[in-house]
């Protein structure tokens, strides 16, 4: 899995608790991603960073939150997880340089269950 | 205009045949178009992947067909083995990097 890890790879939860999802790379890349797969959605985009302390937002961003302080981590925060929130989170990243530059790679996901 | 639209949404084909998923896209900013290869439980591995400046690109017994002025793409799987029984999802992203995927293939190959 290209050097990434996620932590907790799976977790069940209740309405209303905050949840934060880790990513971990070791492949010192500039850029992360969080997605969320759903059955008939494909992935969405939840969050990403382009550098340490540098985020924006994706597609589906309402009711998360992220933060990178460190090149390696990125952290998805639900603050009051919902039910709409059960899902497979995906963790990726990009090197944005070199011949590769534009290439994704993906962890192996944390499927979050909220009650 | 940020959908990939992907068909069929699921796919049986007999092993040694040719199995192909279609995409579709409407954004012409988009300038590079992955597939990727997601088996369960795992997360989704990068197959194969091409820029809009060429028509077809070869990695095996993959090979993508781009047809930049009616907005496709497309997936052929010579050969297909039982192994490669998975889900495909196309996407396509800009220079940013921000990936739009497509809603997904789920692919049996029956021996």
């Known amino acids: 899995d290209a050097g990434i890890t996620q932590s907790p790879r799976h977790k069940v939860t209740e309405t209303g608790t905050p949840v934060t999802l880790r990513c971990h790379q070791t492949?010192?890349?500039?850029?992360m991603y969080w997605y969320r797969q759903d059955p008939g959605h494909g992935l969405r985009l939840i969050h990403y960073s382009y550098g340490v302390k540098d985020t924006d937002k994706g597609e589906v961003s309402d009711g998360y939150s992220v933060s990178r302080s460190k090149t390696e981590d990125f952290l998805l925060t639900l603050e009051s997880a919902t039910s709409s929130q059960t899902s497979v989170y995906f963790c990726a990243i990009r090197p944005g340089t070199g011949g590769s530059y534009n290439e994704q790679f993906f962890g192996p996901g944390t499927r979050l269950t909220v009650l | 205009q940020q959908q990939v639209k992907q068909s069929p949404q699921s796919l049986i084909v007999q092993k040694g045949g040719i199995s192909i998923i279609n995409c579709a896209y409407e954004?012409?900013?988009?300038?590079?178009f992955p597939w990727y290869q997601q088996f369960p439980g795992k997360g989704p591995a990068l197959l194969i992947a091409i820029r809009p400046d060429v028509s077809e690109k070869k990695e095996g017994r993959f090979t993508i067909s781009f047809n930049k002025s009616a907005k496709q793409f497309s997936l052929h799987i010579m050969d297909s083995q039982p192994g490669d029984s998975a889900t495909y999802f196309c996407a396509a992203s800009t220079q940013g990097g921000k990936l739009i995927f497509g809603q997904g293939t789920e692919l049996s190959v029956k021996p």
């Open positions: 492949e010192n890349h500039r850029y």
């Open positions: 954004n012409t900013a988009f300038d590079y």
